[in-house]
């Protein structure tokens, strides 16, 4: 943190930084062959070949759902505010719910077609360009600032070894860019394996040894309620009485976003069969108590009287003060490399989405399946030059508010996804009106209330805080189903006088 | 069966079952060891929910 490169740390880092490059690029011939249409298909490059079995699809969403941003970010908040920054943990355990029950009908829906996207499936559902369009663009707009998030953690890690300037950054990202360029969805997978095992081996060193160098647990705990108790405020070791209903609406809110992002269903849509998918719902909460062991790491902190200035400096800050700097550079290559994952997988999602949904449609109808393959492997070039220009070019509280409103996005497209695979089907124009209220109505908020995840309501004397995402989503169906009873009456009265059909 | 897949909902929505720290666990308060065994917990349920899926013939 001092401005000095620590060459030890910046080895170890380089090493593993290249044997992961080697990786990706050696990725392109991997788990080749049991797929049915080989060469130049947007399945393969975009989806792997559809061929993903239990454990590479568990290292796969788990290297790409849990990312970088989340080991930097959620100890900071636990840092900055106690039990609040908690909300991750069961915001990571409801999704899995969610995930056995919805997920593997979604993969059916896709394989039956060839879907490749959510908005495929969409369109597959109701035959509405404009929805379908709808799905697209908010997938892709809620994905951009995510990438850039990944840079964020990136960013912090090259600090903290010491490097200055943006050039490590952006050399990082260029081999990033070509790699999967070149191999596809398969670079991210193969590089998930070691990125997952780096992390696991840290967290796990970091859990048992930190808090035996700082007097145990009780020690930890009492020197951030100590912090908290001083700091005031709406800080502390458990909520106060108005952060229980925020805490869970944005637990229950983001766990519903979680899989309509495109690097997600990516992964879902890449297994090659659905009992796959119950089986990683059943096995991807190991991550979780990562997690939440890596969430702990914040409160460790304050017994290693850490203090830094920004609060997203506190576990590079607290890796540096504890342990030898070969263990740190270790701990930050896991990192590095862990924004890799998911920024590859979310770059590839965005553009699957851009290519199907946007580019075929509205650009070239006729393109070849080859030809999609060729646009969706530039756009995702382009994707993420857009998003490292963003991040050098933009101050980073923009890239968050982004993210903060792309959560909020995404997780109004949940109806139109997700209540096609019910046997009984809403009109496109329902969904339709239901998504442009909650995405109105939630950027409103969000806006209004200065770009805070949380909306107050007042009922009566009352006051409720709860996520704006959530409360944009209830609108969402509201609205939705409201439409769809006038459509059907008004479409009875119509018939009435007639001969029925 | 699938009933079981809203216990964990319930026992983490409901936010005043645990939010205090009394009893800790090797020093760990109460809020936080309560949810972090919520992950077994809930990987176990949908285990069970899996199981009997599977046993039904559901593909």
Not at chain 1, 43 to 61: K, M, P, Q, S
Not at chain 1, 149 to 176: C, N, R, S, Y
Request: with cysteine; glycine share 10%.
């Amino acid at each position: 943190m001092d401005g000095h490169v620590n060459w030890t740390a910046l080895s170890v880092f380089i090493f593993f930084f290249v044997l992961v490059t080697v990786l990706g690029f050696a990725a392109s011939r991997w788990q080749r062959g049991g797929s049915d249409h080989k060469g130049a298909h947007l399945d393969e490059w975009g989806l792997g070949g559809r061929n993903f079995g239990a454990w590479i699809t568990w290292f796969l969403v788990g290297g790409d759902f849990y990312t970088a941003y989340t080991v930097i970010a959620v100890p900071a908040l636990v840092y900055a505010v106690g039990a609040y920054g908690f909300f991750a943990l069961p915001y990571t355990i409801l999704v899995y719910p969610i995930v056995f029950l919805i997920m593997p009908r979604l993969w059916k829906a896709a394989h039956r077609e060839g879907h490749v996207t959510a908005a495929d499936v969409v369109y597959g559902r109701y035959g509405s360009r404009t929805l379908e369009l709808a799905v697209a663009l908010t997938g892709v707009v809620a994905t951009m600032p995510y990438i850039a998030l990944q840079l964020v953690g990136m960013e912090v890690v090259i600090k903290a070894l010491g490097l200055t300037g943006e050039l490590p950054l952006a050399a990082a990202f260029a081999i990033l860019a070509l790699y999967t360029y070149s191999a596809g969805l398969r670079a991210p997978a193969l590089i998930a394996f070691v990125k997952d095992v780096m992390i696991y081996i840290v967290v796990l060193v970091a859990v048992v040894l930190v808090p035996m160098k700082l007097g145990g647990y009780a020690a930890v705990f009492s020197a951030a309620g100590d912090a908290f108790a001083a700091k005031g405020g709406a800080t502390g070791l458990t909520l106060k009485p108005q952060q229980m209903l925020p805490f869970a609406t944005l637990a229950l809110g983001s766990a519903l976003a979680a899989f309509m992002y495109p690097h997600t269903l990516t992964g879902i849509f890449a297994a090659k069969d659905a009992d796959t998918i119950r089986k990683n719902a059943v096995f991807l909460p190991a991550y979780t108590v990562l997690l939440g062991l890596i969430a702990l790491l914040g409160f460790m902190a304050y017994a290693a009287g850490i203090t830094v200035k920004n609060n997203n400096d506190v576990v590079p800050a607290l890796f540096n003060a504890l342990f030898p700097s070969w263990f740190s550079g270790f701990a930050f290559s896991a990192i590095a490399i862990g924004a890799l994952v998911p920024a590859a997988v979310m770059s590839i999602g965005a553009a699957n989405l851009f290519t199907r949904n946007i580019w075929k449609p509205y650009v070239d109808k006729e393109v070849t399946p080859a030809g999609e393959a060729k646009v969706a492997k530039i756009v995702s070039l382009v994707v993420k030059l857009g998003a490292l220009v963003f991040i050098l070019a933009l101050p980073t509280k923009f890239a968050l508010d982004l993210q903060l409103l792309g959560g909020l996005w995404i997780l109004q497209t949940f109806p139109a996804v997700v209540f096609g695979l019910g046997k009984r089907r809403m009109s496109a124009g329902a969904l339709l009106a239901g998504w442009a209220t909650g995405m109105t109505l939630g950027t409103w908020l969000a806006f209004s209330d200065g770009l805070k995840p949380v909306h107050t309501l007042m009922v009566g004397d009352a006051s409720y805080a709860v996520y704006t995402g959530l409360l944009a989503l209830c609108v969402n169906i509201v609205v939705s189903g409201v439409v769809q009873l006038l459509v059907r009456t008004g479409r009875r009265d119509l018939e009435m006088p007639g001969v029925t059909r | 069966m699938r009933l079981l897949l809203l216990l964990p909902f319930l026992g983490l929505l409901l936010v005043p079952l645990y939010n205090f720290t009394e009893p800790t666990l090797l020093g760990i308060p109460f809020f936080y060891w309560y949810q972090l065994a919520w992950v077994p917990v809930t990987s176990l349920l949908i285990w069970i929910v899996y199981r009997h899926g599977s046993r039904r013939g559901e593909e």
